[in-house]
């Protein structure tokens, strides 16, 4: 019974980081109806940006705090830049850069850092008080700051008046731009939150999978199926779906399938969601008259 409450704690703890890369994605679907196939490549650079600073003598959360800083300033660019010029393009169009900034953030990473294996330290020694007996220290250090993470993002969302503007904008761009809104700033700025949470989680996952540039590919998938099973159009379906992942990912990795195949449990809950409940558990479903 110990057994099975620690793979559970411990799907927890990797659910919380599957529904931070899940929230990212969610954000950025709601503001362009489109899903950022960057958005792990985005966070392994961001990780390895932190990695240098620490490795140059940086302390870790001052590293942790100018890399989430970095990253919103890198996403708002990409939004202006890159992505603002093919708002109206068509879907394909997108899909393609999308494909692109994949291909070279991973070339950026593997140029700049090289291909190696890298250890990323941990901020929670194993020896602290947050270690317990289902939990590591790192895990709920990381269960922790993504708690944190997400409740900022509800603050800053529901109680600012920029996070409200930025709601309005992504559920009508249209009616938002009459009052006022300037809807292609809050776009950007949509994306630069997401390279931050991004980041965010990229550093938490860091130090229990490795650090490479291909890293996050894994974890891409694992928020791919959180995001699709919570529900894509709903932020905070799409954290619940995140920890339903990982605890599912855990119980069937240890005693139904092994470790080796558990990638394929978030393959197969794609699959799955697609094909009976394509608006995920908690979303709901659009009725358009024609």
């Not at 291909?115 to 590591?136: D, E, G, Y």
């Not at 529900?231 to 470790?259: F, H, K, Q, R, S």
Request: aromatic content about 12%.
């Amino acid at each position: 019974m110990e057994a099975f409450l620690h793979q559970v704690f411990s799907g927890l703890a990797n659910g919380c980081i599957y529904g931070s890369v899940a929230l990212a994605l969610v954000m950025i679907y709601q503001a362009t109806h489109h899903l950022n196939f960057a958005q792990g490549e985005m966070a392994t650079f961001s990780t390895f940006i932190a990695w240098a600073l620490i490795q140059r003598g940086w302390p870790y959360w001052a590293a942790f705090a100018l890399t989430v800083g970095l990253s919103f300033a890198a996403g708002l660019l990409i939004q202006r830049i890159i992505l603002r010029p093919i708002e109206r393009a068509p879907v394909l169009t997108n899909v393609i850069v999308f494909i692109g900034l994949l291909v070279i953030f991973n070339s950026l990473a593997g140029w700049l850092f090289d291909h190696t294996v890298k250890a990323f330290p941990s901020p929670f020694p194993q020896n602290s008080i947050l270690a317990t007996r289902w939990f590591s220290a790192h895990e709920m250090g990381s269960f922790l700051v993504m708690m944190a993470v997400l409740a900022l993002l509800y603050a800053f969302f529901r109680f600012t008046p920029v996070g409200l503007a930025m709601r309005a904008a992504a559920l009508n761009p249209e009616s938002a731009r009459l009052v006022g809104i300037r809807v292609s700033w809050m776009l950007a700025m949509g994306w630069g939150l997401a390279a931050a949470i991004g980041a965010i989680a990229g550093m938490m996952v860091a130090p229990s999978v490795f650090l490479d540039p291909n890293m996050m590919a894994g974890i891409l998938l694992y928020g791919f199926a959180a995001a699709l099973l919570g529900g894509i159009d709903n932020p905070l379906a799409a954290v619940a779906g995140g920890l339903i992942v990982g605890v599912l990912e855990n119980l069937l990795g240890a005693y139904v399938i092994g470790t080796e195949l558990k990638l394929t449990v978030a393959l197969v809950l794609i699959v799955g969601t697609l094909t009976l409940r394509p608006n995920g558990l908690f979303g709901k479903q659009v009725v358009t008259r024609v």
